[in-house]
């Protein structure tokens, strides 16, 4: 008989909003239309695979822990740094096992064990995810910067300061002396500016 999967059926309508789960804390920097939690997610679990390659841990994953570090959002909502000083953050441990309650339990157990090494912060894959979140965090801010987002620098150097890799450091000096349409000039043969 095969496995019930009702409740991973409902799991993945329940991903699906955070495809319309605004990142509230550009708000405070005046964006009006924030990039929701799918997109930067999307962005971090590609940034991690490519970190991860350059520090030889496992770049797959390192993707697959990002793709999961901030599903619990469809729970929470994306609770921004000044929102977490006035209201108790979620355990994302807790949040992710009440989210797979019911699914098989190879699937359940591989999920828990993804968000809890995630949040252990101690394998190189992990550290890896994490320092894609910052770095993704400090891209987004970079072109919000580009759109007329003067705000955004604080997200900028907040998030530049909080990297851990060698490879994140580097890469975050990289977009710093580039622009948003650096790649563009390059993959038309354009002169590059500097």
Known sequence: MAEDLSAVARFLYEAGTLKHTRRTGWWMAGVRDPE????????????????????????????????????????????????RKYAPQADPQAVTADQVAGMPEALASAV?????????KESPEAVCARDADKLECMLQGLEYKEQGYGNAQRWV?????RLVTDTAKRLAEELLGQNGLAWLRAALGEKQDG
Not at 65 to 75: F, G, I, M, N, Y
Not at 112 to 120: D, F, K, P, S
Not at 157 to 161: A, G, I, M, Q
């Open 157 to 161: 150097d907040n998030s530049r300061d």
């Open 112 to 120: 828990r064990e993804l968000v809890a090494e995630y949040e252990a």
């Open 36 to 83: 929701s939690v799918a997109e930067h997610a999307w962005r971090t679990s590609l940034i991690a695979s490519v970190i991860a390659k350059l520090e030889n841990a496992d770049p797959a994953r390192a993707a697959l822990l990002a793709v999961w570090h901030d599903s619990q959002e469809t729970r929470t909502g994306d609770v921004n740094y000044l929102g």
